[in-house]
C-alpha cells in the first residue's frame, strides 16, 4: 500500500492591484462686465411702462411714458464670459433691481420682462457675451432725477 501522504496547500499571504488618478481641472469660470445698462431718458405725464430689450429694441407706452431722443443713447448692459468649453453653466440675473435718486424716490428696474438674455441663459458652453436689458413701469408721478442701482450676474458651472 502506497502511503498516502498529503501535502499542505499553499496560502497566498499578499495580493495587489493598481488604480489610475485622475482629475480634470476647468479653466476659472469668469464674469466681465463689458457695458453697463443705459435706459437712456423718459418723460412720464402719467402710468405706462419703458422698456429695454435685450437685443436694443425700446418699447414706450406713448402719450403717457415716452423715450427722450436728445437724451443718452440706451444700450443694454454686456457680460463677457469666459468658460471651459467641455462642460455647461447656467447665468442668471438678479431680477428685481431697485433703482434710487439723489433724493431716495425708487423705480424698480426688471430684468426678467425686459428680454433677460439675447444670448445666454441655461447650458451655455465656452466664451459667451451676455446682453442684459430691462423694463420699468411708472404709476405717472415718479419724481424727476438721475435713477441707479446695480445689476448682478452669476454664472455657474453645472
Known sequence: MIGASSTPALAQLQADDDATASITVLAPLTVTKDQDLELGAVVVSGAGS?????????????????????????????FDI??????????????????????GDTLTLSTDEGGLIVNGGAGLQGNQTVSVGGRIVFVGTEPGGDYTGTINLEATYN
Not at 55 to 63: A, I, K, L, M, S
Not at 82 to 103: E, I, K
Open 82 to 103: 469666459t468658460a471651459d468649453g467641455s462642460v455647461t453653466y447656467d447665468v442668471v440675473v438678479s431680477d428685481d433691481v431697485t433703482l434710487t435718486n439723489g433724493n
Open 50 to 78: 419703458y422698456q429695454l430689450a435685450g437685443d436694443g429694441t425700446v418699447t414706450d407706452t406713448p402719450g403717457t411714458v415716452d423715450a427722450f431722443a436728445s437724451g443718452p443713447a440706451a444700450e443694454v448692459a454686456t
